[in-house]
């Protein structure tokens, strides 16, 4: 496993199971909406696994982290760390979940070589999770989630300027830290060639 994998939760914390090979973990005040928000937790699972192969980790639990977690999710072996912001009330986060569950092929068991690669993670991972949406939602509601990250990817472009190395797919850090690098660019940018490769 890499390093940047390994996490450790300490706290006041609960677990529920979902289903056969899932569950949450959150605050014991917090354990009844995060679960009931959850829900559908062992069928992502499942549905990820049948595009894809086995999954290899044994049980997938999410962690739904208090309001300082700084990420919608982090992709940890056994246990996805997410924001409380997964949370929403409505379901209309849980694409998240999916995300991450897909991580657990594409990040978890195979890695990108550095941050310069990080395409090869999250773009492979929107991919499978878009397939995964078009599955559970339909076709459109998969476009919608392209079109909206396609929106987001287009403006963080803009914002670095489209001659800067980081708007590229595969961006020269040159020294400069990967934070600086991180936006939305390698998760579309990598969804979209790979979307553009399958359809020739």
Same mark, same amino acid.
């Given at each position: !496993?890499?390093?940047y994998?390994?996490a450790i939760a300490?706290g006041?914390?609960?677990?529920?199971?979902? +289903?056969?090979? #899932? +569950?949450?973990?959150?605050?014991?005040?917090? !354990?009844?909406?995060v679960a %009931?928000?959850?829900?559908?937790?062992?069928?992502?699972?499942?549905?990820?696994?049948? /595009?894809?192969?086995? =999954?290899i980790?044994?049980? /997938?639990?999410?962690?739904?982290?208090?309001?300082?977690?700084p990420f919608? +999710?982090?992709?940890? &072996?056994?246990?996805?760390?997410?924001s409380?912001? #997964?949370?929403?009330?409505?379901?209309?986060?849980? /694409? #998240?979940?999916?995300?991450?569950?897909?991580?657990?092929?594409?990040?978890?068991?195979?890695?990108?070589r550095?941050?310069?690669?990080?395409?090869? %993670?999250?773009?492979f991972?929107?991919?499978?999770?878009r397939?995964?949406?078009?599955?559970?939602?339909?076709?459109? @509601? *998969?476009?919608?989630? *392209?079109?909206? +990250?396609? $929106? $987001? !990817? =287009?403006?963080?472009?803009?914002? =670095?300027g489209?001659k %800067?190395?980081? $708007?590229?797919?595969h961006?020269?850090?040159?020294?400069?830290?990967?934070?600086?690098a @991180?936006?939305?660019? &390698? /998760?579309?940018?990598? @969804?979209?060639?790979? =979307?553009? !490769?399958?359809?020739?």
């Open positions: !496993m890499p390093s994998l390994i300490v006041d914390l609960e677990f529920r199971s979902l +289903g056969e090979r #899932v +569950g949450v973990i959150t605050e014991p005040s917090q !354990m009844d909406k %009931n928000e959850l829900d559908t937790l062992q069928s992502l699972l499942d549905e990820t696994e049948k /595009y894809l192969t086995s =999954y980790w044994g049980n /997938y639990s999410i962690l739904v982290l208090p309001p300082s977690f919608g +999710g982090m992709e940890n &072996p056994l246990l996805t760390f997410a409380p912001t #997964v949370i929403a009330g409505d379901k209309s986060q849980v /694409y #998240v979940a999916t995300h991450e569950i897909a991580h657990s092929w594409t990040g978890n068991d195979v890695t990108c550095n941050w310069e690669h990080f395409w090869l %993670n999250e773009g991972t929107v991919f499978e999770e397939k995964v949406s078009a599955k559970l939602h339909g076709k459109d @509601f *998969a476009m919608v989630e *392209a079109l909206l +990250g396609n $929106s $987001s !990817m =287009y403006t963080d472009m803009i914002n =670095y489209m %800067n190395p980081f $708007s590229s797919l961006p020269t850090l040159d020294g400069a830290s990967p934070d600086d @991180f936006s939305t660019i &390698p /998760y579309d940018k990598g @969804f979209q060639l790979l =979307y553009f !490769m399958e359809s020739l």
